[in-house]
């Protein structure tokens, strides 16, 4: 029997036992931290080898420490959070692993019993689903912002008054001005102000500004890995693309994240000079879907050339004043304001890698991911590169057609 599916049944069967299944669940990703650790997947590169147990790792030490830990959103600013040294769980990723541990059919119908919406995005539902059922300890702050997601405001407050965890939402304008900065400015001023006050310690304003000092090398490491998918081919995964989001988001300004960005610009000097076709993907992989997997992970024909939501942000932030710095890079955003900054962000991204196909997934339930779909495809359609778009379920893996995505898919595929 497969031991993923073995250890789902033994969670599931003890769902009435929620501290039980919260051990469960910690031991899983203990066990999948050593497992890691001791058999190194060969094809996987070196940098992405250590990616993989840094993003268990982070996972796992913030389940394990919630009176250090805070609930925050794939978009929130979590520069201030590692300068306190304060471990941040992303409601997305938590929900990913669930999915990975084939228990989210569970949580989210659990969710729904509960009377939550079929049509809220299943990263929501998921996590809901594992708090109605008291499987998640509470955290001692939460974290979130008014953009990209509608799912994200209406969940995080559900949670906070579930809890009684204070929680801040950083109310984001769509448009960017001097006004609108210093607006979001005092927001993460007094959001710290919180912080300091939950924790009881104080934000060193030099460990901040050195935080940001990291961001800013990794993001020109990073410009410079984008300049190297042109002519390289570093054959990667749909998960590892996804745990991308890591390092491009919650986990940046560390110097572990830092250390995964030169370790992978090394990975691709090394690699391959340009084969097969390359996919550039628009906001999310479905790591978990049967046909994708098969087709792009480890494979030479075909292979991933990066996703737009990995490079939402490519300029420098203000160390002088990072609270402002933070502000404009939040404002800023190519998922922030209207879609023609999304497209503006894939056309420039489109221009450097020069893949030969887009992809974009629909994940069922976000409505700013499908909303600018046609919008995107006249934008492929005018460089001259074909596009596909899908509907399915990044967790939830009842909602994917596998019949009807391999169709399409592989119809595709033969075209390039
Ligand atoms: S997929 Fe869309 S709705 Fe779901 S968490 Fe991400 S942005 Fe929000």
């Known amino acids: 029997m497969d031991p993923v599916r ?56 913030s389940l394990k420490n919630p009176q250090n830990s805070a609930w925050v959103n794939l978009f929130s600013p ?144 990073m410009k410079e890995y984008l300049d190297y998918l042109k002519e390289k081919t570093l054959l990667t995964s749909m998960t590892f693309e996804m745990y991308m989001l890591f390092a491009s988001h919650v986990f940046i300004g560390s110097r572990e994240i830092l250390s995964f960005y030169q370790m992978l610009i090394d990975d691709i000097k090394r690699a391959p000079e340009r084969r097969g076709k390359s996919i550039f993907f628009v906001h999310l992989l479905p790591m978990f879907e049967k046909n994708f997997k098969d087709n792009f992970n480890f494979n030479n024909n075909f292979h991933i050339a990066g996703s737009d939501i990995n490079y939402d942000f490519l300029g420098e932030i203000d160390e002088k004043d990072p609270f402002k710095g933070i502000a404009e890079k939040l404002i800023l955003t190519s998922f922030n304001g209207e879609i023609n900054r999304k497209v503006t962000r894939i056309r420039e991204l489109i221009e450097k890698v020069k893949p030969d196909g887009i992809i974009q997934f629909c994940h069922l339930g976000c409505k700013q991911s499908i909303g600018g779909t046609f919008i995107i495809k006249n934008l492929a359609s005018e460089m001259g590169i074909p596009f596909l778009y899908l509907d399915g379920d990044c967790v939830d893996k009842r909602n994917n057609q596998e019949g009807q995505n391999r169709t399409r898919l592989e119809a595709f595929l033969e075209m390039l």
Do not use: W
């Open 6 to 61: 073995f250890y789902s049944d033994i969670i599931k069967r003890n769902m009435d036992k929620p501290e039980k299944v919260n051990k469960l669940i910690n031991f899983g990703l203990a066990a999948a931290y050593y497992y890691v650790n001791f058999f190194k997947d060969k094809r996987s590169p070196k940098s992405l080898h250590y990616l993989n147990k840094y993003c268990i790792k982070s996972i796992k030490d």
């Open 78 to 221: 979590c520069e201030f959070l590692i300068a306190m040294d304060i471990k941040p769980l992303f409601i997305e990723a938590y929900s990913s692993f669930m999915s990975g541990f084939f228990i989210e059919d569970y949580l989210i119908d659990t969710a729904e019993s509960r009377g939550i919406s079929n049509t809220l995005c299943s990263y929501h539902k998921t996590f809901i689903g594992a708090n109605e059922l008291n499987i998640l300890r509470k955290p001692e702050f939460m974290i979130t912002t008014s953009m990209i997601c509608d799912a994200n405001m209406p969940t995080f407050r559900y949670l906070s008054r579930k809890y009684g965890v204070p929680l801040y939402i950083i109310d984001i304008p769509y448009k960017y001005s001097e006004e609108a900065l210093i607006y979001v400015k005092n927001q993460l001023l007094e959001m710290v102000k919180r912080l300091e006050e939950v924790f009881k310690r104080k934000l060193d304003i030099d460990k901040l500004r050195e935080v940001v000092k990291i961001e800013n090398k990794t993001r020109t490491v």
